[in-house]
């Protein structure tokens, strides 16, 4: 069915319709410019929609059909999101994205203090994504250099996210994020050091070599989103809800640090027979199965692999070809290309370059954790704005 032929109108929405699309399309990490601009669309008519004043939705529609990875569903009331799951959902059991298609997708944004003094910062580009799936994951380059032992320009921060973010630094780049006091902090990645954060941390990154530096940022769905949660939070004043979070006493308290990061790039190992597979990053608090593995198939290497429980995303960091097969289908997974893969998918590896190859293979099981304990940490963190855009986001995730 074509989207023009399905018609919406404003009693299908979910109350402030215009604060959920701009979540979605922060997950997407597309600016409502940069959206317009891919799908020509009006760029007034989109910002009226994420301003909840009269606007015509349908083109909006037909641009978030188009697109993958958005889950359409959270956007209407119960009854219309089964529909329009039914007709436009395109859940498949793997999603795949090549290395080309992924460079179409490039977008440079620009960040500092005033329009006369932004600088290109970032280039974003898309990977494969499952719109069911709870992964957001970009390929990232860092167009800004630092050596990262002084404090960075305050508009070089983004005002956080709503999703948890684990990330893999593919180079030699930074990671600065802000304390609750302002204070900024730094973590100098290399190749293969991996971090997690918990929601609505100002962050930046920024390259320590003289080339843009690269990171698999993979945000995704965390206990916040579980929708129940989300609901009760709605049903209070904010002042309300954050006594509610303040009063909630878990075990054990929610006392872990907002920010992991973990470095296991010395101790690899680089002789094995077949295949070797490598915890870079786990250990995130109330989320066992949330973790980066690194999988290395040596020339000519085969493994069998399942997700189980798991939503899982693959992306290869080297430069040798990897053949992924699973059920009666197969993709050729050349260097920057990338899958996602719902629960319970079993697939094959097999290394045919003739050197060793990598694959990063980042994991999460829906709904893990806590919600009110990590809106606990949150509200620690950051403070009640951040509950705040907990409840309705208000605020594109940088300006
Ligand atoms: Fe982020």
Redesign the pocket.
């Known amino acids: 069915m074509n989207s023009l032929d399905f018609k919406i109108s404003d009693s299908d929405f979910q109350p402030n319709p215009g604060s959920i699309l701009l979540r979605l399309l922060n997950q997407i990490k597309h600016t409502a410019n940069s959206f317009a601009q891919t799908y020509r669309l009006d760029l007034d008519n989109l910002k009226n929609f994420l301003s909840n004043q009269e606007s015509n939705f349908q083109p909006i529609f037909e641009a978030l059909v188009s697109h993958p990875g958005i889950d359409l569903r959270v956007l209407f009331k119960p009854d219309i999101a089964e529909v329009v799951d039914r007709k436009f959902g395109r859940i498949s059991k793997v999603a795949t994205m090549s290395a080309e298609r992924s460079k179409l997708s490039a977008r440079v944004f620009e960040r500092g203090p005033e329009d006369s003094k932004k600088i290109p910062f970032y280039t974003y580009f898309d990977t494969a994504v499952q719109p069911t799936s709870p992964f957001r994951p970009e390929l990232i380059e860092q167009l800004k250099y630092s050596n990262g032992d002084c404090d960075l320009e305050n508009s070089f921060f ?1 005002h ?2 709503f ?1 948890d ?1 684990m ?1 893999l630094f593919l180079g030699e780049t930074n990671l600065h994020w802000k304390e609750p006091d302002g204070r900024q902090s730094v973590f100098k990645a290399s190749r293969l050091s991996a971090s997690y ?1 918990i929601p609505f941390i100002p ?1 930046t990154f920024t390259s320590r070599s003289n080339n843009p530096g690269q990171i698999l ?1 993979v ?1 995704y769905l965390g206990p916040i989103a579980n929708p129940i949660f989300l609901d009760t939070a709605r049903s209070h004043s904010l002042d309300d809800f954050c006594h509610l979070i303040r009063n909630y006493e878990p075990s054990p308290a929610p006392d872990q640090p907002a920010v992991i990061t973990s470095n296991v790039v010395q101790t690899l190992s680089s002789y094995f027979e077949e295949f070797q597979s490598i915890t870079l990053l786990e250990g995130i608090p109330d989320q066992p199965n949330s973790s980066i593995m690194l999988l290395q198939l040596a020339r000519g290497g085969k493994t069998e692999q399942s997700s189980k429980s798991n939503h899982q995303w693959l992306y290869n960091i080297s430069d040798q070809t990897v053949i992924f097969d699973w059920d009666q289908s197969s993709f050729e997974m050349s260097p920057g290309s990338s899958i996602a893969i719902t629960p319970e998918t079993c697939y094959s590896l097999k290394n045919i370059g003739k050197m060793t190859s990598a694959i990063a293979c980042f994991s999460a099981n829906p709904g893990e954790g806590d919600a009110l304990k990590q809106a606990k940490r949150i509200l620690n963190f950051a403070g009640p704005p951040a509950i705040s855009r907990l409840l309705n986001e208000n605020c594109q ?1 940088f300006s």
């Open positions: 983004n956080g996210h999703e973010q990330t954060k962050h940022a945000t995730w």
